[in-house]
């Protein structure tokens, strides 16, 4: 799972970033508000964390603007704030949860938690292609009762793939939905990681190989002598 935290305290945003890194979640850091809505804006975020007195663009800006694009991603604001009417004015600006500082790491992933098991409405335990299933509660990979555990970068690879089975996934989008933007990954790195996957799906006897499109990207397809 993916998390934008947008906070200007930069030890409060690394001190989030870790509490969360802990619980093995990806998190990319803004340190503004401006910045916080580009990288929102992108949609490859499973929650934002988002302060609202921010330089730039304020939190409440930042939701609204996300709302109005169509950006559904679960907003959970955090502000020093504890005015009934400042809470109203968060949710109505697009927010789906808000927190008051200071506050516990218990509480802060308790209400992360919550805002994943929200998100959609349905908890889904399993993502289907042709002949395999991943199961996102363990990361095991399996085909005809045969399955296989994947390691964390090899688990979120995959759910990317099966869950766009169809349509050609960039080694640009990998590297930004599995290392984050401020890595220092490169084509290499996800090359490599294919390459487990590819023979975990060997292993597994599954019918599905992860198709190289040259210099664009991967997607799943049935093997042609299946």
């Given at each position: 799972m993916q998390i934008l935290v947008v906070e200007d305290e930069k030890r409060l945003a690394e001190g989030l970033a870790?509490?969360?890194?802990?619980?093995?979640?990806?998190?990319?850091?803004a340190?503004?508000?401006?910045d916080g809505l580009d990288l929102a804006i992108s949609g490859i975020y499973d929650i934002i964390i988002?302060?609202?007195m921010l330089p730039k663009m304020n939190g409440y800006e930042v939701a609204a603007f996300l709302r109005k694009e169509k950006v559904a991603?679960?907003?959970?604001?955090?502000?020093?704030?504890?005015?009934?009417?400042?809470?109203?004015?968060?949710?109505?600006?697009?927010?789906d949860d808000y927190m008051t500082k200071p506050f516990s790491p218990e509480e802060l992933?308790?209400?992360?938690?919550?805002?994943?098991?929200?998100?959609?409405?349905?908890?889904?335990?399993?993502v289907e292609f042709?002949?395999?299933?991943?199961?996102?509660?363990?990361?095991?990979?399996s085909c005809n009762g045969k399955s296989v555990h994947l390691n964390f970068k090899e688990f979120e690879i995959m759910k990317i793939l099966m869950q766009n089975p169809l349509i050609v996934t960039t080694k640009e989008e990998l590297i930004v939905k599995v290392?984050?933007?401020?890595?220092?990954?490169?084509?290499?790195?996800?090359?490599?990681?294919?390459?487990?996957?590819?023979?975990?799906?060997?292993?597994?006897?599954?019918?599905?190989?992860?198709?190289?499109?040259?210099?664009?990207?991967?997607r799943l397809e049935v093997k042609t002598n299946a």
């Open positions: 870790h509490i969360l890194k802990e619980q093995k979640y990806m998190v990319d850091i340190y503004d508000g401006r988002l302060d609202i991603t679960p907003i959970l604001m955090l502000t020093a704030k504890d005015q009934i009417s400042d809470k109203v004015k968060g949710l109505d600006a697009g927010a992933l308790a209400r992360v938690r919550a805002l994943t098991r929200r998100q959609g409405e349905v908890v889904i335990d399993e042709h002949d395999i299933k991943l199961n996102l509660s363990t990361c095991d990979l290392w984050g933007y401020d890595s220092n990954a490169v084509d290499n790195n996800v090359e490599v990681y294919i390459s487990f996957l590819r023979k975990k799906l060997d292993f597994i006897s599954s019918k599905i190989e992860i198709a190289s499109l040259r210099k664009i990207g991967y």
